[in-house]
């Protein structure tokens, strides 16, 4: 069964960095672009980033450039996205999800919650 | 920078058939996607390639992108389908849009 499970998120202060991960399972890591996806409470879905199979080449969406980093290791089966300069916009459920021929997201995992607060 | 627009809301009897549309300039020339969300749970997709339904999605979902507007269909619409439904499209090769969303009803 393809399974993504996310972790990391949590309550962080204005200016202030987090890291989250997502655990990979089920399938063949190494050879599908991933993307984190986030939903902000109450709102609709935002893409924020996307990972070639290797790792070399990476997109954002422009609120996120400069401060947030996608990263993965296919050793370990797992999908990082490094945030920091975090913002109060930035509040949000954090979905891990597989890109499916460049296309589709299939399946995504259960989200993580970061809440930027003061 | 690509907009897609998709109804807040839609209401539909059960056993009716419910229409959501989402539209964008061309859409047509792309291909479109669609995912549920339901209360508490991640999205799941419903609709790739504009009219592919994955395995274990039900045949009273169906698809279609034509012009400026991509449409999701529910035939016979039970009332499990209350859901959030999401369009999405690629603007370019690297960026991703979704539509901001629909919420259905089902009374």
């Known amino acids: 069964e393809v399974q993504l499970v996310e972790s990391g998120g949590g309550l962080v202060q204005p200016g202030g960095s987090l890291r989250l991960s997502c655990a990979a399972s089920?399938?063949?890591?190494?050879?599908?672009?991933m993307s984190w996806i986030r939903q902000a409470p109450g709102k609709g879905l935002e893409w924020v980033a996307n990972?070639?199979?290797?790792?070399?080449?990476?997109h954002y969406v422009d609120s996120v450039k400069g401060r947030f980093s996608i990263s993965r290791d296919n050793a370990q089966n797992s999908l990082n996205l490094h945030m920091n300069n975090l913002r109060a916009e930035d509040t949000a459920v954090y979905y891990c999800?597989?890109?499916?021929?460049?296309?589709?997201?299939?399946?995504w995992g259960q989200g993580t919650l970061v809440t930027v607060s003061s | 920078s690509y907009d897609l627009t998709q109804s807040p809301s839609v209401s539909v009897s059960p056993g009716q058939t419910a229409s959501i549309t989402c539209s964008g300039d061309k859409l047509g020339d792309k291909y479109a996607f669609w995912y549920q969300q339901k209360p508490g749970q991640s999205p799941v997709l419903l609709i790739y390639r504009d009219t592919k339904r994955p395995s274990g999605i039900p045949e009273r979902f169906s698809g279609s992108n034509s012009g400026n507007t991509a449409t999701l269909t529910i035939s016979g619409t039970q009332a499990m389908d209350e859901a959030d439904y999401y369009c999405?499209?690629?603007?370019?090769?690297?960026?991703?849009?979704f539509g901001g969303g629909t919420k259905l009803t089902v009374l």
């Open positions: 990972i070639k199979v290797d790792g070399s080449d990476k």
């Open positions: 999800a597989r890109l499916v021929d460049g296309n589709w997201f299939d399946p």
């Open positions: 999405q499209t690629w603007d370019s090769s690297t960026r991703v849009v």
């Open positions: 089920g399938f063949i890591f190494s050879t599908f672009w």
